[in-house]
Antibody
Framework: QVQLVQSGAEVKKPGASVKVSCKAS????????MHWVRQAPGQGLEWMGI????????SYAQKFQGRVTMTRDTSTSTVYMELSSLRSEDTAVYYC???????????????WGQGTLVTVSS | QSVLTQPPSVSGAPGQRVTISCTGS?????????VHWYQQLPGTAPKLLIY???NRPSGVPDRFSGSKSGTSASLAITGLQAEDEADYYC??????????FGGGTKLTVL
């Protein structure tokens, strides 16, 4: 079965960077796009961007342009999301999720990783 | 401010029917992009409930149904149960080349 396992919780200081991993299994990793979504405490879902695990191309939400970098390692079927210049407003749970029913990344997210809590605090 | 607009909260008694609306614009739902719905129980990751406007993944009860018309979509839940109490989100795609979500709706079962 499809499974996404994310890295553990992180605590970072303002101005630092964080790199969250998402290891996929149960499907052909390079055939389907992966998305990153975050959720601040008590808030809704916010799309951050998408990566094509095949060629590594990315597209980021305008809000995160210049601060987010998504990469992948095809040898381990893992995608990474790095967010820099962290501020307190970046405190959130970060999720990865693929779009497995389509090949262009425009579709529903299923399943979701378990989430990674990133806390930004001085 | 979310691109897709959902009511912050809805409520209903056990056994009743409730609907949750998701209103977009001509650049997303109105442009023909599909709407998907997720259920999020407290402390857990979102779970796909409806995809492609009205399709249920395997395992989702037929009490849940989705529809889309014009620039809006709706999620209907019939035979409300206590376990349905959760947050619900709609999702679509926007011509600005980004995925968009609704702000979420908290369902309370009275």
């Amino acid at each position: 079965q499809v499974q996404l396992v994310q890295s553990g919780a992180e605590v970072k200081k303002p101005g630092a960077s964080v790199k969250v991993s998402c290891k996929a299994s149960g499907y052909t990793f390079t055939s389907y796009y992966m998305h990153w979504v975050r959720q601040a405490p008590g808030q809704g879902l916010e799309w951050m961007g998408i990566i094509n695990p095949s060629g590594g191309s990315t597209s980021y939400a305008q809000k995160f342009q210049g601060r987010v970098t998504m990469t992948r390692d095809t040898s381990t079927s893992t995608v990474y999301m790095e967010l820099s210049s962290l501020r307190s407003e970046d405190t959130a749970v970060y999720y990865c999720a693929p779009t497995l029913r389509v090949i262009d990344g425009v579709g529903e997210f299923d399943p979701w990783g378990q989430g990674t809590l990133v806390t930004v605090s001085s | 401010q979310s691109v897709l607009t959902q009511p912050p909260s809805v409520s209903g008694a056990p056994g009743q029917r409730v609907t949750i609306s998701c209103t977009g614009s001509s650049s997303n739902i109105g442009a023909g992009y599909d709407v998907h719905w997720y259920q999020q129980l407290p402390g857990t990751a979102p779970k796909l409930l409806i995809y492609g406007n009205s399709n249920r993944p395997s395992g989702v009860p037929d009490r849940f149904s989705g529809s889309k018309s014009g620039t809006s979509a709706s999620l209907a839940i019939t035979g409300l149960q206590a376990e349905d109490e959760a947050d619900y989100y709609c999702q679509s795609y926007d011509s600005s080349l980004s995925t968009v979500f609704g702000g979420g709706t908290k369902l309370t079962v009275l």
